[in-house]
Every structure is written in structure tokens, then in C-alpha cells.
């Protein structure tokens, strides 16, 4: 029996929403990681309320991403004990803040050759 894959909906705003969301949750949580020290909570509550709702990473998204970050030295992260659980604390590294310029100055360009709709600007 030969299954086909399914083709996404082009025309669907949830899937480009969807898309777009799930791109930008690695730049949205190093972004609220400049400004303070966060739990993995925290930083999904910062990045809804920077982007006034619009992405909303989920823990399957934070934890994973938090990994990565850690494993490639962009975060840091410290246990507290908080009512006898163990949460950690992530904090963003100078490597990491120099991530995050290299991001915000592509996501840049990207915005620019979107609001120009010319892809020649694009590299």
C-alpha cells in the first residue's frame, strides 16, 4: 500500500503562522535571556508577552531548544531548590549575545527584503 505524503495547505494563515512561530521560538528565547536570568517558565511567559501572544513556545519546544543553547555555550544555567524541586536557571553567556546579534541582524535583512518583496536583496 503506497501512502503519499500529505501537501501542506499554502493557503492556510495557520500554517504559515505555524511556521513562522516555530522558526522564530530559538531567537524569541535567546531575546528575553538578554535582559534577565529565567526559568524555563518564565522564558515561555516572556516570550508571550514580547510578542503580544504571538509565539508561544510550548515546553517540547523551550527545554529542547535550552539544550542545544547550553551544549553550544550560548546559556549557562544554575539549580535553585523552589517548594523542594529543583528549576534551573538560565542565563545567557557572552557568546550568546553575540548570537543573538548575528540573529537580529539576519532576521534584519530578511524584514527588509520581505518589506521590499524584492528577493534580489537577498543574499
Not at 106 to 122: D, H
Request: proline share 4%.
Amino acid at each position: 500500500m503506497n501512502k503519499t505524503a500529505t501537501s501542506p495547505d499554502l493557503l492556510d494563515p495557520d500554517y504559515w503562522g505555524n511556521t513562522i512561530k516555530m522558526s522564530l521560538s530559538k531567537f524569541f528565547i535567546l531575546c528575553v535571556l538578554q535582559y534577565e536570568d529565567l526559568h524555563g517558565y518564565d522564558i515561555a511567559r516572556q516570550v508571550e508577552q514580547r510578542t503580544d501572544g504571538c509565539c508561544t513556545p510550548r515546553e517540547g519546544t523551550i527545554y529542547p531548544v535550552l539544550k542545544q543553547f547550553t551544549e553550544g555555550g550560548y546559556v549557562t544555567f544554575s539549580s535553585e531548590i523552589v517548594s523542594g524541586r529543583e528549576r534551573k536557571v538560565y542565563s545567557v553567556t557572552e557568546k550568546g549575545r553575540q548570537a543573538f546579534q548575528v540573529a537580529l541582524t539576519e532576521w534584519m535583512k530578511i524584514t527588509r527584503c520581505l518589506q521590499e518583496c524584492s528577493c534580489a536583496a537577498c543574499p
